[in-house]
Structures are given as C-alpha cells and as structure tokens.
C-alpha cells in the first residue's frame, strides 16, 4: 500500500470513529483530525472541505459493501439469496455501531444537497439490486422460483424492504431480525412446489421446531430430513451459516 494511500484509509477510518462519537450534522474537520495524530492542515490538504472528505468517505464504504454483497456461500441459490438478506440486515449489537447507523441515515439524507452524495449512494442500489436479480434468474434457471418469476421487480421489492427497514430501525427503533425474518420469509414462500431446499444432515433439537410451528417424526429423526415448515427452517440456519448441502439430506416442499 503506498503511503498516499495509507494516509487516506487512517482519514476514512478515523472518519467512521469521529461519525460514531459526533453524528454527521455536528462533525467539524477537527473532529475528525483529533482521531488521528495528525493535523487539521493535513486533513485539509488531502480534502477540500467536508464534502469532499464525505465524498470520498461514501465511496470507501460502497467499495466494501460491493466486496460484502458479491461474497456468497456455497448452495443453491435460494440459499445464496438468504445469506445475503442475513448479510444486509445483520442488526449491529455494539453501541458504537449504532451510532455509527444513524448518522449514516443523516448522510442519506443530505444527497439531494450534497454534490456527489447521490450518485456514489446510488451505486449501493445499483450493485445490491444486480445481485439479488441475478440469483434470482439463477434460482428460476434451477427450478426454485417459478419461470414466470420478475427478477427485476424481486430485486426492487427486496432493496425497498431493506431501506425501509433501516429508517424504522433507526428512526423509531424497529427491530431489524424480525423485520429481516418476515422478507426471508417470503422469497422461501416464493420457492415452487416441490422445490428441494438443502438441510442439515443433523436436524435441529424437536424443542426449537415445535417453537417454529413444525413437526418431526421417527422417520424424519432418522434419516436427517425435516418436513414442512421445519425443512423451510432448517434452510434458514443453513444459509446463516453458509452451509453448502453436500453432506446432508434435501427436503421436499409440499
């Protein structure tokens, strides 16, 4: 990494801390300097000004957003598209980082008044809704989804629910795994009958699938196989964890 570049990184990261502590409407350059050893100057003399810090700041992070959202697991597609609503609208525990999502929603709010600020957040969109049509077109091509399936107006449903449960999270406090959870729900609604979904060849405890409203017989237990809505179940966990399928058993959806 040249040293240019180096020094840029330390300003970005320096950028997110200053962000979590400050907010985005009450951040100064100094702010952002102090998360630093250097000074106000050299943040001045890389940058012409705030905009153009949060210019560069924005594309820094759509670079590795990009990164995050073409990063898949091994499976089918389906599962692919799971991992990446999980992936998404993964809810953020540290306090820091919930700052951190709020003031992010105050620099969204500042595109139409910003110049740049628009067309860099508008690339967050473009690659995110890119990648979930294609697994859409995939999933069609694989007999998961039907061939009537609109991958482009999947797309666009799913990139809507995902901006709007971010505003409600930060807004008025909604909680992203449940909201995350009805959206998983319906693209595995979506799945065609008798669609095959990978599950675990170790099916979870009888405890958790009665909680989910499913059942398991002797049979099931056997074999590694869950039926119904606890199959729907057991392909949620496996693309949490990005499991591929290969050892375990496919479930029937009836």
Known sequence: MSQERDTQT??????????????????TMQDIADETDKSKAALHYHFDGKDDLFREFLAYL?????????????GSPVTKLVALVRRVL?????????QFNTAFMEIKAQAPYRDGYREILRRFDADLRTEIADLVREAID???????????????????????TWTRAAAIGADVVTMREHLIDDLLD?????????????????PALAASGGDISDEDADD???????????AEDDADSGYD????????LE
């Open 10 to 27: 330390v300003f970005m990261e320096a950028t997110y801390r200053a962000l979590c502590t400050h907010g985005y409407a009450d951040l």
């Open 90 to 98: 993964d809810p953020v525990d540290d306090e820091s980082d919930q």
């Open 62 to 74: 759509h670079e590795g957003f990009a990164e995050k959202i073409a990063d898949h697991p091994d």
């Open 245 to 252: 399928g290969d050892d375990g058993d496919e479930v029937t």
């Open 142 to 164: 694989a007999g998961q989804y039907d061939e009537e399936t609109a991958p482009e107006e999947v797309a666009e449903h799913v990139l809507t629910y995902i901006h709007g």
């Open 224 to 234: 590694g196989t869950v039926a119904g809505d606890a199959g729907i179940e057991g």
């Open 190 to 206: 979506m799945l065609v009958e008798d669609a095959t979904v990978p599950v675990s060849a170790e099916p979870p405890d009888a």
